[in-house]
């Protein structure tokens, strides 16, 4: 079993940045994919980036590029939103999800869910 934890949200002025972070145990991470998402009041919850551990490779949504960064230290299997030039519009809770599948995860969310952090912008 898969415990993921989310950590780093708060309450920020717009144009100022945030680092989030994911923490996973229950077991080694190196095959899994590991992404962000959000769901802001009344929204859908969308995707935002992935990391899959094995090979490197990073998904990021494109209305975030330029500004979001996804990265990640497998040795403490923790994974990273560095979130830059913030905008209320930001405001959402912002979930850590895994699963093996990376198509799954970018797709809508994979198997294991963290709790979310709460991060919210002010203008």
């Known amino acids: 079993q898969v415990q993921l934890v989310e950590s780093g949200g708060g309450l920020v002025q717009a144009g100022e940045s945030l680092r989030l972070s994911c923490q996973a145990t229950?077991?080694?991470?190196?095959?899994?994919?590991m992404g962000w998402f959000r769901q802001a009041p009344g929204e859908e919850r969308e995707f935002l980036a992935a990391?899959?551990?094995?090979?490197?490779?990073?998904h990021i949504q494109q209305d975030v590029k330029g500004r979001f960064t996804v990265s990640g230290d497998i040795t403490q299997s923790t994974l990273y939103l560095q979130m830059n030039s913030l905008k209320p519009a930001d405001t959402a809770v912002y979930s850590c999800?895994?699963?093996?599948?990376?198509?799954?995860?970018?797709?809508?969310?994979?198997?294991?869910w963290g709790q979310g952090t709460q991060v919210t912008v002010s203008s």
């Open positions: 999800s895994a699963d093996r599948d990376a198509n799954m995860l970018v797709a809508g969310g994979g198997e294991y």
């Open positions: 229950g077991r080694s991470m190196s095959d899994y994919t």
């Open positions: 990391l899959t551990w094995s090979d490197g490779i990073k």
